[in-house]
């Protein structure tokens, strides 16, 4: 899921899908500018608090919330201008012990990554006219490991 405003997409180290080896998994969200207004991107308060991460089972279904982090509230008025195009990054770190906590075994997990927060939206003529809207945007990626030993 996406809105008009800002596309969401994820990597591991550049690649759609994340190679899990008994280690920590540091994610790379990316966050474009897909509309022609000007936005205002609470980014700080967004990498304080981090993505709401879902992990799903891919062979059972199986879904487990993780929890975010509780940034000071201050930091949703700091923020940080998208023009149209622009990209701003991310990142969020998947704990391994959040994983083999999930799926002991072999792992073929799909993480969502979701962003949530109200923006500031500028008119594309004109300076800013301070339309605070809410914004929601997913983006999945799978995670694949060995066979546990």
Do not use: W
């Not at 550049?14 to 899990?20: A, N, S, Y």
């Not at 080896?21 to 936005?39: H, Q």
Request: one cysteine or more.
């Amino acid at each position: 899921m996406n809105s008009e405003l800002l596309l969401v997409q994820a990597s591991c180290n550049g690649k759609m899908e994340c190679l899990f080896e008994n280690r920590d998994l540091t994610l790379d969200i990316a966050v474009k500018n897909i509309s022609p207004y000007t936005i205002g991107l609470p980014l700080q308060y967004i990498q304080a608090k981090g993505p709401y991460l879902t992990l799903i089972d891919n062979a059972t279904q199986t879904k487990v919330v993780l929890k975010t982090g509780l940034p000071k509230f201050g930091l949703k008025n700091v923020l940080t201008t998208v023009k149209p195009g622009d990209v701003v990054h991310l990142s969020s770190v998947l704990k391994a012990r959040e994983l083999t906590e999930f799926r002991s075994r072999r792992t073929d997990i799909s993480v969502r990554i979701e962003l949530s927060t109200q923006v500031d939206i500028g008119s594309a003529s004109q300076p800013p006219t301070h339309d605070l809207r809410n914004f929601e945007a997913s983006t999945t990626l799978r995670i694949l490991s060995q066979e546990s030993p």
